[in-house]
Structure formats: C-alpha cells, structure tokens
C-alpha cells in the first residue's frame, strides 16, 4: 500500500522560479491537506480540500495555489519562489473534518 | 486560538529506561488528540489516537492518556529502546478541517 505518495523528495530553486509539488493519495480520502514544517514552528497549514472540487486557505496560503485535480491528487505550485518559502512540505489525507491525516514523506524544498 | 506545548524540546534516557512525553493545550473542547512519530528526514507516522470521549489508548509498549479538564495528554513509553530515538509530536483536533493545531514536538534521544 502506498498510502500518501509526495513527489519530488528534494528541490532546489532560485528566487523567482516556479514549481509544482505533487500528492497522490490511494487510501480513498476525502479531505487532504497541504502543511509546512519549520523549526520550532509546528506543522502550519497552507490549504486543505474539504472534498473533490474544492479548496480552501489554510494559515499561511500567500504564495501558494492549489488544485485538487481528483479525489486521488492535491498540489501545491509556487509561482514565484521567495527564500521565506524554504521548508518541509508535508501533504496528508483524511476521510472528514476531524478524522486522523495520514501524511507522505515531505519534500524538501531550498530557495536561495 | 487552540496552543499546544511539548515539554521539554529534547529528551536523552537511558535504554531500558521508562518515560513520559507530555502535551498541553489551551481548549479543552477537542474532539481527538493524536501522537504522532518523526524519524529525521520522513513524515510522520501516527502511534494513536484518543477520541475525546477516552481517556486513553495502549499499543505495545506505548500508552497514551487524555485528560481535557486539565488540557494535558502524556505518551508513556515503557522499557525504552534505541529504536525509540524520533521526535514524537502530539496534534490537537478541535473540529472543522483547519482546526487540527501541532506542538513542535519532544526530541527523544534512547542511548544504548
């Protein structure tokens, strides 16, 4: 079972660039959830998608999009790289507000 | 707004040892609360849930207590191991899809 399934692992951009990170889910979840880690900050939501054909802002969505192209895939697309996005980013899954997130292994991701 | 603390950030015991990782939050009016595990560099993996309406839950040698009145949950682990060695961070559900709040997190050091 592959359960929630992050690509790219690591990414290196320049201020400025662009990017698309992906999420793909085979555990049949309803909701998922975009998170950035930071030391000493906790886990901060970005965006969530409640269901297929919605999105919603999380805590910190300034220089982020979403898509929730199906139930199974959710992105996450920088448009213009800002050093200040330089973090951990961590998709998860749930079937419903409330319910446990599963997550994926994170993509590392430097902006310099 | 929904605070969660660990304390302390960083932990090192003995092996064989047992410990308690705590957790506090400011609103009681949680619907679960979840211990998670971090191994460096991968996601987190869930170790267990407490719905509000328990007060606690056990799996091999790890047992997790709730008490809402007091805003605190504490993971025990019993006969620690060098296996042990994560960080365990607890995350607090208080309802709605943005309304899950992370600590930062215990780091748990088991030397052999």
């Known amino acids: 079972n592959a359960g929630v399934t992050q690509t790219p692992k690591f990414q290196v951009l320049k201020t400025g660039q662009s990017m698309t990170l992906q999420c793909a889910q085979d555990?049949?979840?309803?909701?998922m959830y975009w998170y950035r880690q930071d030391p000493g900050m906790g886990l901060r939501l970005i965006y969530y998608?409640?269901?297929?054909?919605t999105t919603d802002k999380g805590e910190v969505p300034n220089g982020y999009n979403v898509s929730r192209l199906n139930k199974r895939e959710f992105s996450l697309r920088l448009e213009s790289a800002a050093p200040s996005q330089t973090s951990v980013y961590f998709c998860a899954g749930g079937w419903g507000a409330g319910s446990p997130l599963h997550f994926g292994n994170g993509t590392r991701l430097t902006v310099t | 707004k929904q605070e969660v603390t660990q304390i302390p950030a960083a932990l090192s015991v003995p092996e064989g040892e047992n410990l308690v990782l705590n957790c506090s939050f400011t609103?009681?009016?949680?619907?679960?609360l979840q211990w998670f595990r971090q191994d460096p560099g991968k996601g987190l993996t869930s170790l267990l849930l407490?719905?509000?309406?328990?007060r606690e839950q056990t799996s091999g040698r790890l047992n997790a207590s709730l008490d809402k009145s007091s805003g605190r949950s504490t993971l025990y682990i019993a006969a620690s191991q060098p296996g042990d060695s994560a960080t365990y961070l607890c995350?607090?559900?208080?309802?709605?899809?943005?309304?899950?709040?992370f600590g930062t997190g215990t780091k748990l050091q088991v030397i052999p």
């Open positions: 609103d009681s009016a949680i619907y679960n």
């Open positions: 555990m049949n979840h309803n909701s």
């Open positions: 407490i719905q509000s309406s328990q």
């Open positions: 998608s409640a269901s297929e054909g």
């Open positions: 995350a607090a559900y208080s309802g709605g899809y943005q309304k899950v709040t």
